[in-house]
């Protein structure tokens, strides 16, 4: 089995404060870390639940892929995070079981992790985010 945890569950939100506000209240969660991936055009704040975590992201231009998700779509689920140990042989084995990857390469997410995206188109209409930490 390569899948070691969900890593994490990402919410695309259109306001970031008030979806950090509302995690608060609602749970009395805190924000373990914040960052501005700039490649991908996102802020995010992650909420830890035990081992894994709730990834709030808000787009930070207006051509990035969540914003357009959100103008499309509306807020809500976008794509879950599976944890692996090794984010290569993950993704090799995704393409291998006929998933169309979006990164053909693993590379830099956030909070020094490795990551690789694959497409929802072969994978069940679900977008799904390999992490390697
Ligand atoms: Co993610």
Do not use: N, W
């Amino acid at each position: 089995m390569l899948l070691t945890e969900i890593d994490h569950v990402a919410i695309a939100v259109r306001d970031l404060e008030a979806a950090v506000d509302y995690h608060r209240r609602a749970f009395g969660a805190t924000v373990e870390h914040r960052e501005t991936v700039d490649r991908d055009g996102v802020e995010e704040a992650l909420v830890a639940v035990a081992d894994s975590y709730i990834q709030l992201i808000s787009p930070t231009r207006p051509d990035s892929p969540v914003a357009r998700f959100i103008e499309r779509r509306g807020e809500g689920l976008h794509h879950v995070g599976y944890r692996v140990a090794d984010c290569a042989t993950a993704l090799a084995a995704m393409v291998a079981a006929g998933a169309t990857p979006i990164d053909r390469e693993p590379r830099p997410g956030s909070r020094g992790t490795t990551i690789a995206f694959v497409h929802p188109k072969g994978s069940f209409g679900t977008l799904i985010e390999l992490v390697q930490e």
